[in-house]
């Protein structure tokens, strides 16, 4: 199949030559193009005014590159493949005076680098309690007890052998965006918004496994647990476990990642994250919930009288724009301009999303690209004419219950400031000018 | 948000307890499982039968893993993920024979490993005709010119100022399962169907880039050239690229991997792999096709008579079954069993598949799971109750347009043998028992 040797020996061929191929009889590629076509070159004058580099002159034009002239890599290089190097900017990122300690800490999904509604497996945002569980698969057990028939023991080759299914579902931390409760703080949706990701599953519905355990009449909770050594430990209604809940051991069509729980974690769709229980070792049943750490002194939400709200799993509606923001400011001066963001609801799908502007003054519909699927990402375009003068972006997702995301002040007014839990308040960036984007508040 | 220490205290308390919650006031979980749980656990008899491994008595259970007892990695660890060590062997692999170099060669993707529909970006397949270029994409230039009103040439920053889509597109190389042509010949569904790949990616309308450049009246054609330094080339005909063509920059929501056509590449849904051209740096507007080397001396259908069809552009409907397979053969004795696989049309989506469990004597409908989009890998599964006697397993896709996969002898009787491109015929498995499986042929 090479046919390297060939391309070597017809370069200067009509059938393989570089841009400009009208005129490409002369010795050289180069030549002729320093010659002649740089004149027949020019931007469009309309809808890219604002561009420079692709200008008449631009050496990337007029001169070859070094991966024009020379062999790359061959295909043994990386049996698993990594990004281009000129993208190792594109990582997770922590803030270091959020969390101290970084083996039970958090990281954040570079989410103003992405696009689409797939969240790469590499870059899904991180929480551990008590770092990365580095599990054998082998040595992984699942177990079944509490009020049940029949007490079961499942290796990861048993769940292989129940009836399988795949969705993309966004999970979200239930602290996304807490730090920005009483104000504009962190300058960047990475920071502001990034714990969330969306992936695509593949797993065995709970329901199924359950179904072969039996569970006792009485039994209305369920006690999810995790392998890793701070043993995170959930309550959730079975209700719910049986409704949608997978245990998956896929993600993006691969093995799960080990900071996502492999070999095997609970996807509870449209639910706080933290209730998806990674390295999940054993479910119980039982009449009543556990009241354990992570349900109790945290996850619950702090209202303005001192008491707290508890068992609000639902994650509700909630949109950013992540380009542009202030981690990715507009590059250029005025013209076509493309904002871009992402909208979620643990309710169901995303019906609309508006974009303002003018920082909620006046609205416009936004474009939703890309499958709509139930509880997953939506991935929304806002394509305008930007005049190059200063902005206030903000996006407002409205859900396929009808339910709008709120303003903060709105969100405040309710809940006080005392939470850093469920925050899915409409996000403001201020757009200076060409390469400066401020996270702010209006009144 | 650390609650490392928390845990570390109460370690012995009821609320952060290993399995066996029930009677856990005992001094230590591990001495409580030794002495009480094992008999309570048991493997369901009926579903499950020939599970061993999960039986009383399984150290795997009754002893604590060093994954519950100390800290992991923390956050800071690897801020782009990577798989679990355990995961190793799900690698991109070639053919030592079947080309002898690697810098102009193809590997293939390990669909046995893998579920769900997206394929993961380290783990697509690659055809390269002079190895990876590695472009930098702030010196990258994308040209339109010939019969246009208006040449143009755009920095990767221009492009990003159209209107976005996402799609997710299988892309098949014309020459995937070419091998298996006059026969049953590599030995595992990651070297006989390994050349295709599902991504969704995120570009711009190519539509979008000609309306900006102008085609005049005459324009029927388009080129496409790669900025590697084997300059490929194909002809395109311009109704397929107004249509659905993409100039994609990203995939499975990051920027498109070195392999795959860094900064950007086309994307020509349904058709032959060869034609998305990546790194993608020339559109050229004519009247005619180029007739090219890859349009010529490749990527043409040589008939039995000697003649060879050319534009042979369309990947018709095509399955395979991913497991069990000569990679992933069946590991128990008999029992519940789940048998998946992959379809796909370059006319549409697919409407149904069939399988056969006794070589094509009798077939069953599959079920397809997870979204069925147009031009996309569906993912297909078939549950059974195995007896642990031999199996003939083979896959039979139905498209959108009602077209049937066809047996291998019906492709050969209208096409010869003569040929390596486009063989969508029917894939046989040998399941001889626990562990083995084989490529072979049924008559």
Chains 1, 2 share one sequence.
């Not at 059938?15 to 020019?42: C, D, I, M, W, Y």
């Not at 590499?122 to 990365?132: A, P, V």
């Not at 949608?244 to 509870?268: H, K, S, T």
Request: aromatic share 8%; net charge negative; with cysteine.
């Amino acid at each position: 199949m090479s046919d390297q040797k060939h391309h070597q020996a017809s370069g200067t061929s009509d059938q393989h030559v570089s841009a400009g191929s009208e005129a490409s009889k002369g010795p050289s590629r180069r030549s002729f193009l320093r010659a002649g076509a740089a004149s027949s070159l020019a931007m469009g004058a309309g809808l890219l005014a604002g561009n420079k580099a692709a200008a008449t002159g631009d050496p990337a034009i007029l001169e070859l590159q070094d991966w024009n002239q020379y062999l790359g890599e061959g295909v043994d290089a990386r049996p698993y493949g990594t990004p281009s190097p000129f993208e190792e900017h594109v990582v997770r990122r922590n803030v270091s005076w959020l969390t101290a300690d970084p083996i039970s800490s958090v990281n954040f999904t570079p989410l103003h680098d992405l696009d689409g509604i797939i969240t790469p497996s590499g870059l899904c945002f991180e929480r551990h309690h008590s770092g990365i569980a580095e599990v054998d698969p082998a040595q992984h057990r699942l177990m079944i007890h509490g009020m049940v028939d029949k007490p079961l023991v499942f290796t990861m080759e048993d769940l292989k052998r129940f009836p399988r299914e795949n969705h993309a579902y966004f999970l979200e931390c239930a602290a996304n965006s807490g730090m920005e409760w009483r104000g504009a703080q962190l300058n960047g949706c990475q920071f502001t918004h990034g714990m969330v990701h969306n992936i695509m599953y593949t797993g065995v519905r709970l329901s199924h496994l359950l179904a072969e355990a039996g569970v006792k009449p009485k039994g209305s909770w369920l006690l999810a647990e995790g392998a890793d050594s701070s043993t995170m430990t959930r309550s959730i209604p079975l209700e719910k476990a049986l409704d949608d809940c997978i245990v998956a051991f896929a993600m993006n069509g691969e093995a799960l990642r080990p900071e996502q729980g492999y070999p095997v974690r609970l996807v509870v769709p449209g639910w706080e994250g933290n209730m998806w229980v990674k390295w999940l070792r054993r479910l119980e049943i039982g009449d009543a919930p556990w009241q354990h750490r992570e349900e109790t002194s945290k996850y619950t939400d702090l209202m303005a009288d001192g008491r707290a709200r508890r068992f609000t799993w639902v994650m509700d509606a909630k949109s950013v724009i992540t380009n542009p923001s202030p981690q990715a400011p507009l590059m250029h001066d005025k013209g076509q301009t493309v904002l871009t963001g992402l909208a979620w609801s643990g309710r169901g799908t995303i019906d609309r999303v508006d974009v303002s502007l003018d920082g909620g003054r006046s609205w416009h519909a936004a474009r939703i690209d890309g499958p709509s699927l139930n509880k997953s990402l939506h991935r929304f375009y806002f394509d305008f004419n930007w005049d190059g003068k200063p902005l206030l972006l903000q996006s407002r997702a409205i859900d396929s219950t009808g339910y709008i995301q709120p303003t903060k002040s709105a969100l405040r007014s309710v809940r006080g400031e005392n939470s850093i839990y469920h925050n899915n308040g409409i996000q403001t960036w201020h757009v200076k000018g060409p390469g400066e984007v401020e996270n702010v508040e209006v009144s």
